[in-house]
Nanobody
Framework: QVQFVESGGGLVQPGGSLRLSCAAS????????MSWYRQAPGKERELVAT???????NYADSVKDRFTISRDNAKNTVYLQMNSLKPEDTAVYYC?????????WGKGTLVTVSS
C-alpha cells in the first residue's frame, strides 16, 4: 500500500534552515510528480512545492527563492530544503503525489519557527 514517511522537522529560529525528507513506497515513484504540502494550525492544507518527473520545479509565492524541492528516484525520496525560515512557515509538512490516485496521507513532520 502507499506509504509516506516524512522526517526532518523541528524547532528552528527565524532565519534558520531545515531539510525535510519523505520516503515513499507502494507505487512507482519515478512516474509521479511529487509535492510538499503544509497545514498550519487552524488553516487548510496548502501546496508548497512540486517536482515533476522531469525534475522541473514550481513553488508557492510565499516560499519562492527560500525553499528548494528535489527528488532521488533511486531512493524513492523527495526532499525540501528550507532556508530563511519565517514564523509563518510554522506548520505540519506532508509529501504526496501532485495528483494522487489514492486518498492517503502520511503523519507529516512538524516545523516550528520561533525565537
Amino acid at each position: 500500500q502507499v506509504q509516506f514517511v516524512e522526517s526532518g522537522g523541528g524547532l528552528v529560529q527565524p532565519g534558520g534552515s531545515l531539510r525535510l525528507s519523505c520516503a515513499a513506497s507502494g507505487f512507482t515513484f519515478s512516474l509521479y510528480s511529487m509535492s510538499w504540502y503544509r497545514q498550519a494550525p487552524g488553516k487548510e492544507r496548502e501546496l508548497v512545492a512540486t517536482v515533476t518527473t522531469t525534475r522541473s520545479t514550481n513553488y508557492a509565492d510565499s516560499v519562492k527563492d527560500r525553499f528548494t524541492i528535489s527528488r532521488d528516484n533511486a531512493k524513492n525520496t523527495v526532499y525540501l530544503q528550507m532556508n530563511s525560515l519565517k514564523p509563518e512557515d510554522t506548520a505540519v509538512y506532508y509529501c504526496n503525489a501532485r495528483y494522487p490516485n489514492w486518498d492517503y496521507w502520511g503523519k507529516g513532520t512538524l516545523v516550528t519557527v520561533s525565537s
